[in-house]
């Protein structure tokens, strides 16, 4: 072969194997866009958990799931972070992360498009389990005029705090004191002032003369300790939520329920008083693996003796039956992972 010819035959060898090359590297390409246009989600080895701020219940079941799911969920890397109720919706929707700690009332109105979220509808966000149940109620100085609702309404230079913007807190008040027939208009427009502000600093407020009535949310029948440390200098009054509109309001937001606050809570409170049970709950997005969130339920429903160790106060909710695990949102908002256990233990049908 001589070397004019050499050279074009070395020239063809190389286009030849360039043009392989490529059509491989296209091939692999189609194979991927196929897989990733599929039913079969991609496998996560490493979640993130967004939760509630240091101290609070939130805080302690994140702190539980970052030691327990790891352990339960061979491969897995959990990371917890701090967050807030309304924010932690709308991160486990977009993606960035992939569990939440959420109040049941604001995810009812995250994924329904309504309330707090109206023309914001979170379509991606799923149910794991209801978490827990709390009780909701408002407190005043003991020494005040204000013993209902209506009082609380009307009352004059009233400095209150339905807990902080864009805090679960806050939006349930919203949903129960307008449920009542009032709004904040009420409020200001009788010279009073709604402060939004959490419930870390209510006792130095109370001390300073800068509050004169909040909303809590507190443990099932068990003192919140923000209210505790208020009464060891100032004592204080739980106000009745009760009316008519209480049953109207539990069939609107399914995730609140009539509930009494047990006698002896609080210092002076010598009679059970009518208050709103709440549920919290763990939520996640509909693009995590259904593997995954199955063996994420699974592992929140076998370590409940070590959940109370790290969160005492959830002693009450989990010793009912797998049903409990199960209510205080809509069943078809469960993610299909969670679905699939909780029919395997007879939580749903």
């Known amino acids: 072969m001589n070397l004019k010819r050499r050279s074009v035959f070395f020239k063809l060898v190389f286009v030849l194997l360039t043009l392989v090359l490529v059509l491989a590297g296209c091939s692999?390409?189609?194979?991927?866009?196929?897989?990733?246009?599929?039913?079969?989600?991609?496998?996560?080895?490493?979640i993130i958990i967004t939760?509630?701020?240091?101290?609070?219940?939130?805080?302690?079941?994140?702190?539980?799931?970052?030691?327990?799911?790891p352990r339960d969920i061979e491969g897995l890397?959990?990371?917890?972070?701090?967050g807030a109720a309304q924010e932690n919706l709308r991160t486990v929707n977009r993606g960035e992360t992939h569990l939440g700690t959420f109040w049941s009332n604001e995810f009812i109105d995250a994924i329904r498009g309504q309330g707090t979220f109206e023309n914001e509808k979170l379509e991606k966000l799923r149910a794991v389990c209801r978490l827990s149940t709390g009780m909701q109620y408002i407190l005043v100085r003991a020494d005040s005029d204000i013993y209902t609702i209506d009082d609380l309404a009307k009352a004059k230079g009233l400095k209150f705090s339905p807990g902080e913007v864009g805090s679960g807190l806050e939006s349930s008040f919203r949903a129960i004191f307008n449920g009542a027939g009032y709004s904040y208009e009420d409020i200001l427009n009788n010279g009073g002032e709604?402060?939004?502000?959490?419930?870390?600093r209510f006792a130095e407020m109370m001390g300073d003369g800068h509050l004169d009535a909040?909303?809590?949310?507190?443990?099932?029948?068990?003192?919140?300790?923000?209210?505790?440390?208020?009464?060891?200098?100032?004592?204080?009054r739980v106000i009745p939520i009760e009316g008519p509109w209480v049953e109207t309001l539990c069939e609107e937001i399914p995730s609140f329920q009539p509930g009494?606050?047990?006698a002896g809570v609080y210092?002076?409170?010598?009679?059970?008083?009518?208050?709103?049970?709440?549920?919290?709950?763990?939520?996640?997005?509909?693009?995590?693996?259904?593997d995954l969130v199955y063996e994420?339920?699974?592992?929140?429903?076998?370590?409940?003796?070590?959940?109370?160790?790290?969160?005492?106060?959830?002693e009450e909710f989990f010793s009912g039956g797998p049903e409990e695990f199960a209510k205080g949102f809509p069943a078809d908002s469960l993610h299909p992972g969670a679905a699939k256990f909780w029919k395997e233990v007879g939580a749903i049908e």
Not at 28 to 46: A, R, W
Not at 51 to 63: C, K, W
Not at 194 to 200: A, K, N, V, W
């Open 214 to 236: 909040f909303f809590l949310g507190a443990p099932y029948n068990s003192p919140h300790k923000s209210a505790l440390q208020i009464e060891t200098s100032i004592p204080l």
């Open 194 to 200: 709604i402060i939004y502000e959490q419930y870390g």
């Open 77 to 82: 890397t959990v990371t917890g972070i701090e």
């Open 267 to 290: 210092k002076g409170q010598d009679q059970p008083v009518p208050v709103i049970e709440y549920y919290t709950m763990v939520g996640t997005n509909i693009d995590v693996p259904e």
């Open 260 to 262: 009494t606050l047990k």
């Open 296 to 314: 994420i339920a699974k592992s929140i429903y076998n370590n409940i003796d070590k959940w109370i160790e790290l969160a005492p106060q959830l």
């Open 28 to 46: 692999q390409s189609s194979s991927t866009s196929e897989q990733g246009t599929g039913e079969q989600k991609p496998e996560l080895d490493s």
């Open 51 to 69: 939760s509630g701020p240091q101290g609070g219940t939130f805080y302690s079941v994140m702190a539980a799931m970052c030691e327990h799911l």
